[in-house]
C-alpha cells in the first residue's frame, strides 16, 4: 500500500470565513493594536522593544515539529520584520526543562503541563498558558524494498515489547531478518507517546535505537531493509516540500490498523483526512505552552500560531489544525 494511494481521495478544504474567525484571532488583533497605540511616543531609543510583534526572543521547540515550526516562523519574521524569534530543537523533555529553568518564555511541545507543573509555576508566581494549535500523528516508515506495508498497533506493541522480533513472525514469507525499532531520541515525545499510548504502563524492551533527530532516521531507513522508523508526521506529510518528497520516494509510510490483524480494508496511513476521522490510530496534540509574564513578543507569536493564518500553514504542513474551524470532503471514485 503506497503512501499516495488509498481508496478515494480525502482532501480538507479551510474554511476562510472572516465573519467566523475564533477568539484567539480578535485576541491577537488586540494586542498589536495595544502596541501600535502605546508605541506612538516611544522613538527615543534605536532599540527594539519587547513587544507582540516586536524585539528578540529564543524558543524551544520538540524537535519532532521541526518542519512546522520552520514555516511558521519564516512567515512570521515576513510579516512582522522587527520581530526575530531565534528556535533551538530539543527533545520534549529538554524543552520543559528550558521552561522550568526560565531559560525560554515559549515552547511547543506534545503534552500540556502536569498539575505538578502548574503548582511548581505557581509557587514561582508563574502562570503559563497553553493551548492546542494541531493535532499530530506518529509515522512508522520502513525502507521501499520492505513489502510488509501494513501493521496493527497490537503487533507494535509486541515489538515495543520483545514479543515479536522477526519479520517472518509477520509475515512468514519475509527474509528481511530482525526487527529493530528506530527513534530519534530516547527523551523524544515520540518514546514518551509509545510508552503511553500504545504501551499503557509496560516496559520497552524490544530491539530499540535512538538517533539525534528525525532526519538522521529518514536517512538511515532508506538504506536499511529490517527497520521501522518512528518520526513525526509533519516530516513526511507536506507532499509540496521537495526535501519531503525526495524523502518518500525511498520509504514507505505504513498503514495502521486497530484491528488484531492488520488488513488493507482497516488500515490507515496518517492522511489529514484519517487524522480528522478518527481513523488513524497514532495520534497526539500539539501545543504552545507560554510562560510571558507580559504581552511581549513571545506573546504575540503564541497568538499568530493559533491565529487563522498560523492554522493556514498548519493545514498545508499535512497535519490537522485545531483552533480554526474545517471540513472534510470525501471524493468517490465512480464505479
Not at 136 to 159: C, F, H, Y
Not at 219 to 224: A, E, H, L, P, Y
Request: proline share 3%; glycine share 4%; with cysteine.
Amino acid at each position: 500500500m503506497e503512501y499516495s494511494e488509498v481508496t478515494g481521495l480525502i482532501k480538507i478544504i479551510k474554511i476562510l470565513k472572516l465573519k467566523k474567525m475564533m477568539k484567539i484571532n480578535i485576541f491577537f488583533s488586540l494586542i498589536i493594536s495595544a502596541f501600535l497605540i502605546s508605541s506612538c511616543g516611544n522613538k527615543k531609543t534605536n532599540e527594539v522593544p519587547n513587544t507582540p510583534t516586536s524585539g528578540k526572543i529564543t524558543i524551544v521547540v520538540d524537535e519532532t515539529f521541526k518542519p512546522i515550526m520552520d514555516a511558521e516562523i519564516d512567515v512570521f519574521h515576513a510579516l512582522y520584520t522587527n520581530a526575530h524569534i531565534d528556535v533551538i530543537y530539543k527533545t520534549e523533555t529538554e524543552a520543559l526543562n528550558d521552561l522550568f529553568h526560565d531559560s525560554t518564555q515559549l515552547i511547543v511541545t506534545s503534552r500540556e503541563l502536569s498539575k505538578n507543573e502548574i503548582d511548581y509555576f505557581k509557587s514561582k508566581k508563574f502562570f503559563p498558558k497553553s493551548l492546542k494549535i494541531a493535532i499530530d500523528g506518529i509515522a512508522l516508515i520502513t525502507n521501499k524494498a520492505n513489502k510488509d506495508t501494513l501493521l496493527s498497533v497490537e503487533t507494535l506493541e509486541k515489538i515495543l515489547t520483545g514479543e515479536i522480533t522477526q519479520w517472518n513472525q509477520i509475515s512468514p514469507k519475509s527474509n528481511k531478518g530482525e526487527i529493530k525499532l528506530v527513534f530519534d531520541n530516547k527523551n523524544s515525545s515520540t518514546v514518551r507517546f509509545m510508552l503511553d499510548s500504545v504501551l499503557r504502563g509496560k516496559k520497552i524492551t524490544g530491539n530499540i535505537t535512538a538517533f539525534k533527530n528525525n532526519e538522521e532516521i529518514l536517512n538511515f531507513i532508506k538504506t536499511d531493509k529490517s527497520s521501522i522508523g518512528v518520526i513525526g508526521v509533519s516530516w513526511i506529510s507536506d507532499k509540496d516540500d521537495s526535501v519531503m518528497r525526495s524523502f518518500l520516494k525511498n520509504v514507505n509510510v505504513l498503514a495502521i490498523s486497530r484491528q488484531k490483524v492488520a488488513t488493507p480494508n482497516d488500515s490507515y496511513q496518517p492522511y489529514q483526512g484519517y487524522i480528522a476521522q478518527g481513523n488513524y490510530a497514532l495520534t497526539r496534540n500539539i501545543y504552545f505552552i507560554n510562560n510571558d509574564p507580559r504581552y511581549g513578543l513571545a506573546t504575540g507569536f503564541a497568538a499568530f500560531l493559533a491565529s487563522e493564518r498560523g492554522q493556514r500553514i498548519i493545514l498545508k504542513s499535512g497535519i490537522l489544525p485545531a483552533t480554526q474551524p474545517y471540513r472534510i470532503i470525501e471524493i468517490k471514485q465512480d464505479l
